[in-house]
């Protein structure tokens, strides 16, 4: 049974930190590409992130300097470090195994101005 955990969201003051994890089991985590969405009321989900097996990284350019994408594969968690949080970042965010239908149940970060 494949299970993909977020934990990490909460409420968080505009400028301040938030480090989210997704805890994977049920796949073969190391060999494929994770990425890290969001969604906001009434708009679509937007990739946030993502990083391959090798470790490359792609951010979307509205977080890009403040967000690192990041993944153990021994612990089969990939993580999101987001900095200077910005009320706009307020979102559910879902981590995916890509190529695959599966995905988290979220994680809500709100950001207060």
């Known amino acids: 049974q494949v299970q993909l955990v977020e934990s990490g969201g909460g409420l968080v003051q505009a400028g301040g930190s938030l480090r989210l994890s997704c805890a994977a089991s049920?796949?073969?985590?190391?060999?494929?590409?994770m990425g890290w969405y969001r969604q906001a009321p009434g708009k679509q989900r937007e990739l946030v992130a993502f990083?391959?097996?090798?470790?490359?990284?792609n951010y979307a350019d509205s977080v890009k300097g403040r967000f690192t994408i990041s993944r153990d594969n021994a612990k089969n968690t990939v993580y999101l470090q987001m900095n200077s949080l910005k009320p706009e970042d307020t979102a559910t965010y879902y981590c995916?195994?890509?190529?695959?239908?599966?995905w988290g149940q979220g994680t809500q970060v709100t950001v207060s101005s």
């Open positions: 049920g796949i073969i985590f190391s060999i494929n590409t």
């Open positions: 995916h195994y890509w190529h695959t239908d599966y």
């Open positions: 990083i391959t097996s090798g470790g490359s990284t």
